[in-house]
């Protein structure tokens, strides 16, 4: 009964070796995305170890196992994220919103220019939406067309699509300031307000005892969905490679929302 015990643990140590190097031949995939984390969706490599990755480091994970490419993740701020894609120094980066500007620097799932094919939203990684947070009884307000009662101006973090929707309607705060000392600023009413997806800012507001200074407008700035583009060079050199991720990414997601939704969010998605 021992050998037999024995005999056991030896195969299956076999074959765990040998799972583990047929992974090392798997491709690579290297991708960047925003320091600091982003909680609910991404944390820091030092709570990722500790078994909390993240609602959407979770899902690349499981697909990128189906897909069976081997990711290498690291963590820049996001403008440098997106040069290394630009130069085909990373392979893709998360989370990012599709704008038309953004195809010079990246390759979304679906979007294709020269077949003027837009973007698959069913390979999206999620669907959000970003509120407007603002103290209360402030003057801010918002119809889903235009502000009124701005004097400080409206934050939100620079370089993402949301930055741009405000300097498009005149109203972006020009300070850039961090998302931690924005909120602050909001509460002591001397900015308008600031924009984040969420579930973002309810961590946020939680961590810094924020909760009932800060509130959020009725209608969102922006609902919307966060891809994963690739790098052009990527796609060049492994088009197949780069649909069957996507195509990972869609059906994980449909898989695993629901429990992904359970373990991670405050809020079912919009």
């Not at 003027?116 to 003057?139: F, K, M, T």
Request: with cysteine.
């Amino acid at each position: 009964m021992a050998s037999l015990r024995v005999l056991l643990l030896l195969v299956l140590g076999g074959l765990s070796c040998a799972v583990a190097a047929a992974e090392q031949d798997w491709p690579r995939l290297r991708l960047c995305y925003e320091l600091g984390g982003l909680p609910p969706y991404t944390y820091s490599p030092a709570d990722a170890a500790a078994g909390q990755p993240g609602l959407i480091i979770e899902l690349i994970q499981q697909a990128a196992d189906q897909a069976k490419l081997r990711l290498d993740l690291h963590q820049h701020p996001w403008k440098r994220c997106v040069h290394e894609v630009q130069q085909g120094h990373s392979d893709g980066l998360f989370i990012a919103v599709w704008q038309p500007d953004r195809d010079t620097w990246g390759r979304y799932p679906g979007r294709d220019l020269q077949r003027q094919s837009q973007v698959d939203a069913n390979q999206r990684l999620w669907r959000v939406e970003y509120p407007i947070i603002v103290r209360p009884g402030g003057a801010l307000q918002w119809d889903g067309q235009r502000f009124s009662g701005v004097r400080y101006g409206v934050g939100a973090p620079l370089g993402y699509a949301t930055s741009q929707r405000l300097r498009e309607l005149g109203v972006l705060a020009s300070e850039s300031l961090s998302q931690a000392a924005a909120l602050r600023l909001v509460a002591a009413g001397r900015l308008d307000g600031y924009v984040l997806e969420r579930e973002i800012a309810l961590e946020l507001i939680e961590r810094l005892q924020l909760q009932g200074q800060l509130i959020f407008l009725p209608q969102p700035l922006l609902e919307t969905d966060w891809y994963l583009p690739l790098s052009h060079q990527f796609y060049s050199t492994h088009p197949e490679l780069a649909e069957g991720f996507w195509r990972a990414v869609a059906e994980q997601r449909q898989q695993l929302g629901a429990d992904l939704t359970r373990r991670y969010l405050r809020q079912p998605p919009p």
